[in-house]
DNA sequence: GCAATAAAGGATAAAAAGGTCTTAATATAT
DNA sequence: ATATATTAAGACCTTTTTATCCTTTATTGC
């Protein structure tokens, strides 16, 4: 569904507003090792996702990611997906069609359009605000 | 969503069926050509297809796929996604985690649960005979 | 200012997905 | 039997995705 990049940035982005909640900042370090993920590509992943806003990020000691509390839960899903995978999710065709539309559909346009919807829907209702809660009660899980 | 060879092997089954209907064999240029797919790469996913026993092939002159008549009405999406991308979109957790459960659950995976069921009742409740229609009556098409 | 810490950026490498080519095997018609 | 049409199979190449490494830049505490 998600590029593996896709999924790390989610996870990240999770991470860091559980942390943010608190007053504190991240470092690459501490959360590639607590979401699971390689080092060096979650440091181009985080990038992406400071360039984006989504995530805002300070250099030197002390330093690492955070988000703004106040901004936590104004992060949607939708954002990070849109940053890193693009725009495929929303407007391309179950089977890989370039002019497929209500007027030119594939044979799966229709059952597909149900499921993107759904898809759609998820990914702007849902922030990072009730995504972290869980991790904060340890009834959720980033890693393995 | 699917691989671009699940694309083509779900395309490449619906002409196919679309072709079986009127008793004809298609042979994998026609099919390359009606669905718009990369000639080599096609007869690979066709030969899948043939091996899960999902198409039938016949070898030499007036040879090519097919699917037998009575049997089209019986292949649905799901087999054709089991056979050549597995069974990923069944299992696999939204965000690449590999113990992802109900009770060790990832911070997406309710939301996720109920749109992975919706894909897989549509792969499910869908079946070539459905799928081939649109294309005979020139509603749905397969190329582009 | 200097040393230490942390992210940013660019170059490179490894793995997977997508795709091609060549040869073999099999069926048909003459 | 032979020539021809067609799929099967395996080796190979290309592009994209995933992942690593090294150097540069910015920030902090002393």
Redesign the interface.
Known sequence: ??S?AC??G??AS?YIASQSHKEKRSSLKTIAKQIGSPEAFTAKILQQLSKNNIISSVKGPNGGFEIEKKLIGKVK?SQIVLAIDGDS?YK?C???????SEK??????H??K??RN??IH?LES?NLTE??L??KDG??????
Do not use: W
Not at 104 to 109: A, S
Not at 139 to 144: D, I, V
């Open positions: 569904m998600f593996k999924e790390y989610i996870r999770i899903l999710i391309g179950g089977l890989g069609l370039k002019e497929c030119v559909p594939c044979p799966v346009h059952q597909f149900a499921i759904s898809i998820m849902t995504l972290s869980g991790l009834s959720t899980f980033l890693k393995l």
